[in-house]
């Protein structure tokens, strides 16, 4: 069985212990990943500083050639990734699964190589003219979770190298084999260090976050790990991007084509078994169209064919892991003794974290499905007669990552877009990321943004340049 490897300063690191990895569709050994003690994370970020300033004194259209470079590796090895995803994460290789992961790793990495970020004039009179340029931050903690391993690494990667930083990432101690091999093949275009892994649970993402040689935390993952994050920066005064947790509401206007948009509600419930921060979790819909939502809904739900994502015929995977498994069974088995209508769909297997796909009707706010982010496939349908009352339940909670207002008409629903309390409104699309951009949360789902020109800046600081004439 194979022990997958760290990458340290260009090379492949003995472990010094390491622990076994399970397929969580039928728990299949699937090798062994490395574990880092306190030294490997010295080392790891020593490399990360000795490489930084070459790596920063190269052209910028040097770095994007390089950047184009590691896009070119991607593609060639996504089929290879995209199974070490599906037998590692659960996410099925068809439909919006591992390939789909796969080629939004290459598009995140080749659009960030394609913008220019050139000094900008910000004044200029007579007596003076002042330049705002962005220099990089140094060395960037990367710390991903579990749900999108990949795709979610190269976000924070590659802006971060694209600007002149260099890296020290940290996968989820649920994921780290197939981005530890990512990890591996990219550093081929790269030199020595510029890009470096650490693995274990939280104290390693701790030490890395608290480690005095870093200048930036890019962190995706819980609010309560999120908290944790902020106080270690305060070590290092360490700028942060924050993408925590979402509890993304969506509204369908009253009178909507429930048939048109039942299959986009669906996978925007559904994707990735609902581990997707910005997943609808929580479907307000009004009274007179409960019954066409529930119905829509059960259809497709019910044509879903649920198991072991290498069998090309699957979209529904498993969960990712016991610990998720176990919380989501325990949302669900709240709402079924709260007396709401649980509608179960799919041919479970009898091996493997898997649940049915549910749709919870007959069921408020205040119970435990609505108000706590589920991160699974268990979608609460929330009936409404005033949409007035449905704005206020959609603002209602502390989450602020996503939300989505669907309507015939768009104009409608974008007035109403503005008084939704999320980094983002989506209108008749739920989830719709895309690498121009920006993304991020508001209130407790982060701050900071990435993607797009926007995310480039995130991972620099500003020098102005101030020149008396
Ligand atoms: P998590 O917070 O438990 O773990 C995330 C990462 O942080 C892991 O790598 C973990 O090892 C590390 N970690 C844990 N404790 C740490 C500490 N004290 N210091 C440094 N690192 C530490 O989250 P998870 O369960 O892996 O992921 C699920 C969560 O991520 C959900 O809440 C989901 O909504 C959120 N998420 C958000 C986005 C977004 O873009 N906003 C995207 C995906 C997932």
Redesign the pocket.
């Known amino acids: 069985m194979q022990t997958y490897q760290n990458t340290v300063d260009g090379t492949l690191t003995e472990p010094a212990s390491h622990y076994e990895i399970f397929n969580p569709a039928n728990g299949q050994s699937l090798g062994f990943a490395p574990e880092s003690d306190e030294q490997e994370v010295d080392r790891a970020v020593q490399s990360a500083v000795d490489a930084q300033k070459s790596w920063a004194e190269r052209s910028d259209q040097e770095r994007c050639e390089t950047v184009q470079k590691i896009a070119q590796i991607l593609e060639e090895n996504s089929e290879y990734l995209a199974e070490l995803i599906t037998r590692e994460q659960g996410k099925p290789l068809s439909g919006p699964g591992s390939r789909f992961e796969m080629q939004a790793c290459v598009g995140w990495t080749q659009v960030p190589a394609s913008l220019k970020l050139a000094p900008e004039v910000v004044y200029e009179d007579d007596e003076r003219k002042d330049t705002l340029h962005r220099v990089p931050l140094g060395v960037v903690a990367a710390?991903?979770?579990?749900?999108?391993p990949l795709m979610?690494a190269i976000w924070q990667i590659i802006p971060a190298i694209r600007m002149g930083n260099t890296v020290v990432l940290?996968?989820?101690?649920?994921t780290p084999i197939a981005t530890l091999e990512m990890v591996r093949l990219i550093n081929q275009a790269l030199p020595a260090g510029v890009l470096n892994t650490v693995t274990g649970?939280?104290a390693i993402?701790?030490k890395?976050?608290h480690h005095p040689d870093t200048n930036k935390i890019m962190?995706?993952?819980?609010?309560?790990?999120g908290r944790?994050?902020i106080e270690?920066s305060a070590r290092n005064l360490s700028p942060i991007t924050l993408?925590?947790?979402?509890n993304d509401a969506a509204i369908v206007m009253p009178g909507t084509d429930i048939k048109a948009i039942a299959m986009d509600l669906f996978w925007g419930a559904f994707l990735n078994m609902g581990q997707?921060?910005?997943c609808i979790k929580r479907l307000y819909v009004h009274d007179d169209d409960y019954e066409a939502v529930m119905s829509e809904l059960s259809a497709i739900a019910s044509q879903m064919k649920l198991g072991d994502g290498m069998d090309e015929s699957v979209l529904i995977g498993p969960l990712q892991n016991n610990m998720q498994f176990e919380k989501v069974k325990e949302l669900i088995s709240d709402a079924r003794s709260g007396g709401c209508d649980i509608r179960e769909f799919g041919d479970v297997p009898n091996k493997g974290y898997f649940l049915p796909l549910t749709l919870v009707g007959n069921i408020k706010d205040g119970q435990r499905l609505v108000d706590e982010?589920q991160?699974g496939p268990a979608l609460p349908i929330i009936r409404y007669s005033e949409l007035e009352d449905a704005i206020g339940c959609a603002n209602r909670l502390e989450a602020g990552?996503g939300a989505s207002l669907w309507a015939d008409n768009a104009t409608d629903a974008s007035e109403l877009a503005t008084r939704l309390e999320a980094g983002t409104v989506w209108i008749n699309q739920h989830g719709a990321i895309h690498p121009m951009v920006p993304f991020g949360?508001n209130k407790a789902?982060?701050y900071g943004v990435e993607f797009g020109i926007e995310g480039l800046k995130a991972v620099t600081q500003s020098r102005v340049i101030s020149i008396k004439k």
């Open positions: 710390i991903v979770p579990w749900n999108w979610i940290k996968p989820s101690e649920y649970d939280g993402g701790s890395l976050t962190f995706t993952g819980s609010e309560a790990t944790r994050i270690a993408e925590l947790g979402g997707t921060c910005a982010e991160f990552l949360g789902s982060g």
